[in-house]
């Protein structure tokens, strides 16, 4: 991860964490398996799963109040597009590395 930004490592971690809440031991294998699928397949169902942490739609915060919860400047409009892709990367490798 070499040469990514402190935004993107950011929105990895936060991205993970996010994740490893997606599937649980209730989650049976066909569901799992539907999920791989999905994502290979680009499936609007299965990306959908994917929540978009700045869009404020879990407690609707403002981007000041995220910027200060994940301690970046998230008004700037690079470091809000790094962290959206770092948190959709740790989101996916995580539910992906889950699911298989």
Known sequence: ?????????????????????????????????AIVKGYDD???????MCPSPLSGEW???SIPELSYRYEIDLCDEDKAADFEEGFRDGFWGEVLRTAK
């Open 42 to 48: 680009g499936d609007p169902a299965v990306m959908d």
């Open 59 to 61: 407690a609707e915060e």
């Open 1 to 33: 991860m070499a040469g990514r930004t402190k935004a993107y490592r950011a929105g990895m971690g936060h991205g993970k964490a996010a994740g490893s809440w997606a599937i649980d031991g209730n989650t049976s294998d066909e569901a799992k398996a």
